[in-house]
């Protein structure tokens, strides 16, 4: 059972700790951070999307022409663009990739956010919407005829596409979300699905949901469960948490500094979206949770986003991942605090230790 492991790739230098120094695309930063993914051992990153952010789609061609192996996980918000538009946009940066595209669905976590953009649908409605989305780019990227389509949000007539994605049937689609209309959404139609950390208990607990919502959906097959860590390592377990303790400061001085908020679109109190009020409860109640789960970085941003932390030495963290590989993961979505070094270090001491264990489990099942 091989494990997949998913990074970032930032347009920036910025992070929770440092404001951006320069443009909002920096492209030789951009470069240098997917080069240092794909030179020690990671799989895939993550072009994000914000409603002020860089295009990820041109910033993720842009990195496609430049490196070899790299797989490309573009961000895409349905409210942006039409799906028949969409469909085609990332079969042609999966052309121009040789078939390194996965897309990833944000249904959008609160509303401000959405109403930056013109979005101005319910919680709900935008989980129905993306649903609908999601079927209509993946009819459009494997239908050589014509199709039609009359929905709840979208209808055309006759649409049928001439550029068509290297991979065959189509490339994965991945899709996040912690309240019971994500489960149902991403349940149907998603083949990753993605959680942010959390104890090893509620993490079994979410996928569960997300299996019963499969099959509720009428599906015989199951999607791959993605879990988001923000890694906090060093070479004594003292060291890491001394570490850990000054990253948790540093964010803690940006937020007191900026009122309250890590930016202008991100306050850290009362968020709307599920996913962030699960952070925010756990961290309620307690720092520490079972090997190496540390709950302050998520307390201090307000749960933003993959905000939970797993602190330790390299060997700590990598049996920390197995555990919840142990539980039914497929795929690790890690990023430290400073981008470029955190990339390369972790690629270099946690990767390997998982990817060890996990092909010696599989050489044991294969004789067992």
Known sequence: ????????????????????????????????????????????????????????NVAAAYIASKTDTLQLLLAHRPNVSYPTFAAKTFATIDQVSGGRVTVHFITGGTDHEQQREGDYLTHDERYTRTREYMGIVKQAWTSREPFDHDGPHYR????????????????????????PA????????????????????????????VRAAAAAAGRSDVPKIQVAFRPIIAATEEKAWQKAHETVGRIEERVQANGGALSRRRPVKNPENTGSQRLLAIAAEGERFDRALWTRTAGATGGAGNSNALVGTPETVALAILDYIDLGVDIISMRGYDLLTDATEIGQQVIPLVREEVAKRDAAAAVA
């Open 1 to 56: 059972m091989p494990v997949e492991f998913l990074g970032i790739a930032a347009t920036n230098d910025g992070s929770e700790i440092t404001a951006r120094s320069g443009a909002s695309f920096d492209q030789d930063y951009t470069l240098r951070l997917a080069r240092a993914h794909e030179e020690n051992g990671w799989d895939r990153v993550l072009f994000a999307y914000g409603s002020g952010s860089p295009d990820p």
């Open 156 to 179: 055309f007539a006759d649409f049928v596409s001439d550029v068509f994605p290297v991979q065959q049937p189509r490339p994965r689609l991945s899709f996040g979300g912690s309240s």
């Open 182 to 209: 994500a489960y149902q959404a991403g349940g149907a139609e998603a083949d990753i699905y993605c959680l942010w950390g959390e104890p090893l208990a509620s993490t079994a607990e979410q996928i569960r949901s």
